[in-house]
């Protein structure tokens, strides 16, 4: 082990042998946690090629289970967020793609610090069971062609090691790792074709444009080294995505803009996105007739049915499509009123995040519990005008001792000044095999 270390430390390029026996060796506690951590340290400086990324990602993608989704027919393709704020596009896009006739089987995480997860909105839809058997996943996505749930088994747990290690050793910011790390995962849950869409942002893990467009190459090439074809696009998470930053109110607005009566940056990225699904999965020839097929899908009521097919499939009661009342919602509902007039110059999305998450709608640790009913409902988006007094978001509340951080947190993040803001794109580009395409 030493000698690999000497040698990414040089800036040599690691071999396949070399990679495949540091991850084995480490996840079988073979290798100790100091040698590793001088690794990773070394490729944080160094960096690694491509050819490297790839054979890490693959490296920890077989550490554990890989399940095998070969004996469903089709393409299957997965999207994956590298995670925001109100950032609902799974429960919007998922059953609009297998509407469209391209098979769904994905695997979610849960919701950790600002970030929502999507297994904790899926748990707010009563009786909804997000973890099934890898043979009755694979059931239902044959059955119905569509199935969500939480990662089972034991996927990837070299990832998982060496994550652990990053977060505490000051690594965790090397896109080459951050990009073996998502890949792995992909990988290991048995996807053909992956969508990815990078967050960029104050409420994202890139928040510049440009390390977000690296982070997105670097994804891209990797996914098609390993055999997998691959797209991502970089979009905008600066503000909430959605309105609604909450489990059960994220729900609530997903089914209203798969039901067509909501309309919004969600509704818009959550279309473009199931277009670059239906493409990447070849069902389309060009994105244009994907953007047809999924705008045709939404307009039919088609999605809003397949999500009702899932709920049902999965357990759950899929009244609530037809009747969102049906969900978990705290009774105690307070206005946050704007204090002056103006434009809204900004909201900051962690800070959203942060305040729901003050409320109780997510988590610290893993072993938090989350409450469904609590939230917040945004009223104004960034470049809008407010008169004082006019409601700027509502809190949907449980325990009325957590208010008082939680709108003071909130204040913070709307900023109301005389002019309005400089646009911003929704989509700053896209990234596929052929290369970069920027819409700015």
């Known amino acids: 082990m030493l000698d690999i270390i000497l040698k990414k430390r040089h800036g040599k390029e690691l071999t396949k042998e070399e990679i495949n026996f540091w991850v084995k060796g480490y996840a079988a506690g073979h290798i100790p946690d100091y040698q590793v951590s001088a690794l990773l340290m070394a490729i944080y400086f160094q960096g690694m090629t491509s050819s490297e990324t790839a054979d890490l990602t693959l490296a920890m993608a077989y550490s554990g289970d890989v399940v095998d989704l070969s004996s469903i027919p089709g393409v299957k393709v997965d999207k994956h967020s590298t995670g925001g704020v109100g950032d609902t596009t799974t429960l919007v896009v998922a059953p609009l793609v297998a509407a469209c006739g391209v098979p769904v089987a994905k695997m979610s995480g849960r919701g950790l610090g600002h970030t929502g997860g999507t297994i904790d909105k899926l748990e707010s839809i009563p009786g909804y069971n997000p973890f099934q058997s890898t043979q009755d996943f694979i059931r239902i996505v044959k059955d119905i062609g569509i199935s969500l749930v939480g990662q089972t088994g034991d996927l990837v747990p070299a990832d998982k090691m060496i994550y652990a290690l990053r977060d505490v050793t ?61 797209t991502a696009l970089v979009t905008d998470m600066s503000q909430p995505l959605g309105m609604a930053v909450g489990n059960a109110l994220e729900v609530k607005e997903a089914i209203e803009i ?40 939404l307009y039919s009521g088609k999605g809003a049915d397949k999500l009702k097919e899932l709920i049902h499939a999965q357990g759950g009661d899929q009244r609530v499509v037809d009747d969102p009342s049906l969900l978990p919602l705290a009774d105690n509902v307070i206005a946050i009123k704007a204090e002056q007039d103006g434009y809204i110059y900004s909201i900051d999305a ?3 995040g942060e305040a729901a998450h003050l409320l109780g709608a997510g988590r610290s640790s893993k072993e938090d519990m989350i409450d469904h009913r609590v939230g917040i409902v945004l009223h104004k988006r960034t470049g ?3 008169r004082m007094g006019e409601p700027l978001a509502d809190f949907y509340v449980t325990r009325e001792e957590l208010l008082d951080k939680a709108i003071d947190t909130f204040k913070r993040a709307v900023v109301i000044r005389q002019e309005p803001p400089e646009p911003k794109p929704l989509v700053y580009g896209v990234v596929t095999s052929e290369g970069v395409e920027r819409y700015y």
């Open 384 to 386: 809008e005008t407010v």
């Open 170 to 230: 000051g690594t965790v910011e090397q896109k080459s790792l951050i990009a073996s790390s998502i890949m792995s995962k992909k990988i290991a849950a048995g996807a053909d074709a992956i969508v990815l869409d990078v967050k960029t942002g104050s409420g994202a893990f890139m928040e510049s444009v440009e390390d977000a467009f690296s982070l997105a190459e670097e994804m891209v090439n990797v996914g098609n080294l390993v055999g997998r074809r691959t």
């Open 350 to 352: 962690r800070s959203v």
């Open 258 to 297: 798969l039901k067509g009566e909501r309309t919004g940056a969600l509704r818009d990225v959550s279309l473009i996105l199931g277009a670059y699904m239906l493409y990447t999965a070849g069902r389309c020839s060009n994105i244009e007739q994907g953007k047809d097929m999924i705008q045709d899908a």
